[in-house]
Structures are given as structure tokens and as C-alpha cells.
Nanobody
């Protein structure tokens, strides 16, 4: 059974850092485009960062450029999101998502596999 499980969320003060992890099981992420999305109550789930299955063309939402970094470790079947200089606007539930091959895409409907999400709360 294919599954993505996020971890690493929590409460942090503005200016702090968190590192989210997304561990895959039941399939190999080697040929998967992987991404992180964020959702706050009453709003749509929005793209945060994506990493291709081949090459190095990572894509970030404008709001997190220069502060967040997405990476992958295929040998561990895991994707990471390093979040630095956190702001209160970064608060939300962060979801890991993946789909087979293709290019990094900001549209959530493209992604086939989703995790259950991990809460990040940034206090000012």
C-alpha cells in the first residue's frame, strides 16, 4: 500500500527553523516528482516547493524563496523541507505529495499520492 507520512511539524517562534520529513512506503520515490503544499483553515491547499525526479530544477512559491529548501534522499525514500526564518504567515498544515515522472507542477490536482499532513504553527 503506497503511503506518504510527514513528520517534523510543531510550534516555533517567528525567525526560527523547522525541518519537515516525508517518508514514502509501498513505492519508490526515485521516479516521482515530489512537492510540499500548505493549507490553512478555510483556504485552498497551495504549492510551497517541488523537486523533480531528475535534474535540479527546484521550484518555490514566491513567499518562501530564499527561506525554504526542498531536498530528497532517494536511498531513504524521503523528501525534506528545511524551513528557515519562519513567519506567522507560514502557519498551516503541510502536506507532502508525489506523482510519477513529469515536471514539477504547482497544481495540486496533478499529484496522485498525498500524506496526512503535519501542523506547523509560527507565533510572532
Amino acid at each position: 500500500q503506497a503511503q506518504l507520512v510527514e513528520s517534523g511539524g510543531g510550534a516555533v517562534q517567528a525567525g526560527g527553523s523547522l525541518r519537515l520529513s516525508c517518508s514514502a512506503s509501498g513505492f519508490s520515490i526515485n521516479q516521482f516528482v515530489m512537492a510540499w503544499f500548505r493549507q490553512v483553515p478555510g483556504k485552498e491547499r497551495t504549492f510551497v516547493a517541488g523537486i523533480p525526479w531528475v535534474g535540479s530544477s527546484k521550484i518555490y512559491a514566491d513567499s518562501v524563496k530564499g527561506r525554504f529548501s526542498i531536498s530528497r534522499e532517494n536511498a531513504k525514500n524521503t523528501v525534506y523541507l528545511q524551513m528557515n526564518s519562519l513567519k506567522s504567515d507560514d502557519t498551516g498544515v503541510y502536506y507532502c505529495a508525489g506523482y510519477l515522472r513529469g515536471a514539477v507542477d504547482r497544481r495540486r490536482e496533478v499529484y496522485r499520492y498525498w500524506g496526512q499532513g503535519t501542523q506547523v504553527t509560527v507565533s510572532s
